[in-house]
């Protein structure tokens, strides 16, 4: 397993732009997908992002897509999740998570990080 370390979370307007980081601690992302999804209270968490360890295969909600984007460095090991002209349903507490492959689907991850909260005001 991998622990997960996330940071970057805050509060910005309505425009704005955030950077979210997840970092590997203990060991690289090889051979791991890494996803980011979202949850407010009350709902079910909402895929946002996911990447593959090697970069090659990216997914991205229909809900971010033109305004977010995910990259991987793998020299450290962390993963990013790039936000753009945010909105104010963006926001959520953001939780990065790693598993054997991408997908949209929660359930498929192993390792979750602890959440990292993002606001954006209008």
């Known amino acids: 397993q991998v622990r997960l370390v996330e940071s970057g979370g805050g509060s910005v307007q309505t425009g704005g732009s955030l950077r979210l980081s997840c970092a590997a601690s203990?060991?690289?992302?090889?051979?791991?997908?890494v996803g980011w999804f979202r949850q407010i209270p009350g709902k079910e968490r909402e895929f946002v992002a996911a990447i593959i360890w090697s970069g090659d295969s990216t997914s991205l909600a229909d809900s971010v897509k033109g305004r977010f984007t995910i990259t991987i460095n793998n020299g450290n090991n962390t993963v990013y999740l790039h936000m753009n002209s945010l909105k104010p349903e963006d926001k959520a507490v953001y939780y990065c998570?790693?598993?054997?492959?991408?997908?949209?689907?929660?359930?498929?991850?192993?390792?979750w990080g602890r959440g990292n909260q993002v606001t954006v005001s209008s």
């Open positions: 203990e060991r690289a992302f090889i051979n791991y997908g």
């Open positions: 998570a790693a598993g054997f492959g991408i997908s949209e689907t929660a359930a498929v991850y192993e390792c």
